[in-house]
């Protein structure tokens, strides 16, 4: 595995940042973290790239102990924190060479990154100059000088507009196909972009560790339906597959079932059964951003 955590807390004088979250993460995944702001991933990252200890807990990248060792791990990792600090007066080839010169990497490597990260055309500008897209390019291509296997990016995507957007998402995607990458996000349609697997916090602890397309195949459907009389709960309980009840108001329930079958024709069945008439029905199923939604409300 590239990526193990194993139990990880870390408590911040009472405040319990993150709780017992384990999780691990191989070669060519790219994984989304996600979570509400506050959820603990940065935290998580932080204590996964070294720069913070967790206060319980085991870390291993690519099977260097984290904690005990960091700056041997810390080479197997590239890390794009949060607000992507660079030195925005120096030039953005010049800033890489310094950066190189910290991992000891040659100069025809920072070309080599230059390229893959798309900043040729800007390598000879000053970061100053740059959009805050190409500055993302700027620490993407810093992360990944020394060619580490484990990329680890904390909200890279903030507050880029929709074109750099799609180009930043694409770049990940392109690194993701030879490295390890976790990235994290507050987004869900950021995830079902990039990602191969979700990783869900809230409030510190893990909730869902899935590949999306286990998500995806979530079969619960959700409909609303309105009948023209008044009837009890227990009498909707003899459909099948019902999962869950709730009146709305009057004659109008929200039923959840579970099932891969269309549920709306065996509703009209057991109208037409009961002598009900069906005054509105609605398919409401859900959509990954409704799920997140539900799973981090409360
Ligand atoms: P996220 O990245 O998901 O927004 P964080 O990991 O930044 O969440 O924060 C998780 C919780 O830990 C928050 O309640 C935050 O206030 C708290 N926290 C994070 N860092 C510190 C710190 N250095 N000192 C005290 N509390 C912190």
Redo the contacts with the bound molecule.
């Keep these: 595995m590239s990526i193990q955590l194993t139990s990880i807390t870390k408590t ?2 009472v ?1 319990k ?2 709780n017992a979250i384990s999780f691990s993460a191989k070669k060519g995944e790219i994984v989304g973290f996600l ?10 990252m932080k204590i996964l790239t070294g720069f913070i200890q967790p206060t319980e807990g085991a870390v291993l990248v690519n099977d260097i102990d984290v904690i005990t060792n960091p700056i041997d791990a810390q080479k197997q990792i590239g890390y794009l924190p ?1 607000h992507n600090p660079l030195y925005l007066e120096m030039y953005v080839r010049e800033y890489l060479e310094f950066q190189a010169k910290i991992h000891k990497v040659s100069k025809s490597e920072i070309e080599n990154v230059i390229d893959k990260v798309g900043l040729t055309a800007e390598a000879h500008k000053k970061i100053n100059q740059l959009s805050k897209g190409y500055r993302q390019r700027v620490g993407i291509a810093a992360a990944i000088l020394h060619n580490p296997e484990v990329l680890v990016l ?1 909200e890279p995507t903030t507050g880029l507009d929709p074109n750099q957007l799609i180009e930043i998402r694409e770049l990940i995607k392109d690194l993701g196909k030879d490295k390890t990458v976790l990235f ?1 996000t ?1 987004i869900m349609q950021e995830v079902e972009a990039v990602c191969d697997r979700v990783i869900i ?1 809230n409030k ?1 602890e893990l909730i869902i560790d899935k590949k999306l397309s286990e998500l995806k195949e979530n079969n619960e459907q959700v409909i609303k339906v309105a009948f023209d009389y008044k009837i009890e709960e227990q009498f909707l309980m003899r459909l099948p597959n019902v999962l869950g009840i709730v009146n709305n108001f009057d004659n109008s329930w929200t039923i959840t079932f579970s099932s891969e079958e269309d549920m709306r024709p065996k509703l009209f069945d057991f109208a037409q059964e009961y002598e009900l008439k069906i005054l509105e029905l609605n398919s409401e199923n859900k959509t990954l951003e409704s799920l997140f939604t539900e799973l981090t409300s409360n």
């Excluded at 979570?35 to 998580?44: I, L, V």
């Design positions: 911040y004088g405040q940042a993150v979570g509400p702001n506050g959820a603990g991933k940065s935290t998580t949060e904390d994290s507050h916090i510190g």
